[in-house]
Nanobody, 123 residues
Framework: QVQLVESGGGVVRPGGSLRLSCVASGRAFINNVMGWFRQAPGKEREFVAA????????LYADSVKGRFTISRDNAKNTVYLQMNDLKPEDTAVYYC????????????????WGQGTDVTVSS
């Protein structure tokens, strides 16, 4: 059974940091691109970051570039999203996703999804 399980969300003040983790079952992780998306209330799901299997290539949304870092530990079937200098506009449910092939920013191109983890940035 394919599973992606996110953790690490919470409530943080502006300027603070959080690290999200996503543990994947083997089939969802091996040789796959891993991505993070987010969805704020009333808004469409949007791309945040993605990393290739070898971690040789990453891609970030402009809104998070320089503040967020995506990484993966293939030995642990885990992908991370380190989020620094958080802003209120980063508040959303964050989802981990997986796909084969190249990095894509369209959420419709991803085959496997986690259940999401809430991130709230508020003073």
């Amino acid at each position: 059974q394919v599973q992606l399980v996110e953790s690490g969300g919470g409530v943080v003040r502006p300027g603070g940091s959080l690290r999200l983790s996503c543990v994947a079952s083997g089939r969802a992780f091996i040789n796959n691109v891993m991505g993070w998306f987010r969805q704020a209330p009333g808004k469409e799901r949007e791309f945040v970051a993605a990393v290739t299997w070898s971690a040789s290539s990453t891609l970030y949304a402009d809104s998070v570039k320089g503040r967020f870092t995506i990484s993966r530990d293939n030995a642990k079937n885990t992908v991370y999203l380190q989020m620094n200098d958080l802003k209120p506009e980063d508040t959303a449910v964050y989802y981990c996703a997986a796909r084969s092939g190249l990095i894509r920013t369209d959420f419709n191109r991803y085959d496997y999804w986690g259940q999401g983890t809430d991130v709230t940035v508020s003073s």
